[in-house]
């Protein structure tokens, strides 16, 4: 299962698709078999997560607590139907993980990979899941356990996530060198302009190794504007202002909109950094300039 990344900002819109979601199934109860039942449970717990637990919102705090409830209703009628599922399994461990209990969450996705029903091709992407959790949960070294022993049953596809998975699990435990050094191996091994690339490049800026983050960056950008855009973040986090602000200069100055996207997400940086007068000129040339060609 792979759980929806989309955070719905508009609860009424989500509490509008979960009634129609209830009203049809209501309609068609006495038809409704195991993947009916069990697709109503994703649905109704991915909408849970898309909500964020910390939200200050008392609608979408009320959502999110009735679309957990529905989704353990749903998931209940599920398993009458087929005990001992893999799906309803992961679903359970993926809530278990929404409501802030990630020990139970990979104890879940452990069992998941015990079940009759579950695939051999599901294995290593549930150890992964797993080892997300135990790592969640403060159990560093038995997340890193269980993924060395999920190596062998990973596609090749697979790999530069588990390989990510496991520096992000290595710097969370605390040995930084180690996790810097699994990162730089995977960018060195990825595709220019790959999410690896890319996903390795940030990590490492917030880790604050920006000396290996900056090669990083200049790989994982195919576009030399936002190549530059990420090198002058990195100069003026590491004190380098003035080199920051020519290579920010050189990039807002193509008229590449996502480097206007990217410094606007950045602004408090910059505004600091630059000063807020220096900052909208930037930004503006940046807005109003047509958009250059890469590299």
Known sequence: MKPSLVRFTVYPTAAAIVGALGWVAFGYEAEADFATLIGSASIHAELAASIPADTPKPEGQALRKKLIADAYGWLARAERVESDSSAACQIRAFLASTEGRPLDAAM????????????????????????????NAGRFGEALEVLAQATGDLAADQRPARD????????????????????????????????????????????????????????????????????????????????ARETLERAAGSGNP??????????????????????????GSAASEPAAAGR
């Open 164 to 243: 990510l998975l496991r520096a992000r699990i290595l710097w969370r435990g605390g040995q930084h060198e180690a996790a810097i050094g699994a990162i730089e191996a995977i960018v060195a091994g990825g595709v220019e302009g790959s999410e690896s690339c890319r996903e390795g490049a940030s990590m490492l800026e917030a880790m604050g190794a920006y000396g290996p983050s900056e090669a990083a960056w200049r790989k994982s950008e195919t576009v030399a504007e936002l190549e530059q855009y990420h090198v002058a973040r990195l100069k003026v986090r590491a004190g380098d202002v003035e080199t």
């Open 258 to 283: 996502e480097v206007l996207r990217r410094m606007t997400q950045d602004d408090q940086l910059w505004i600091a950094a630059l000063g807020e007068k220096r900052y909208q000129e930037l930004s």
């Open 108 to 135: 879940l996705y452990r069992k998941c990979r015990t079940l009759e029903n579950c695939t051999p091709e599901q294995h290593a992407p549930l150890a992964m899941h797993e080892a997300r959790a135990l790592s």
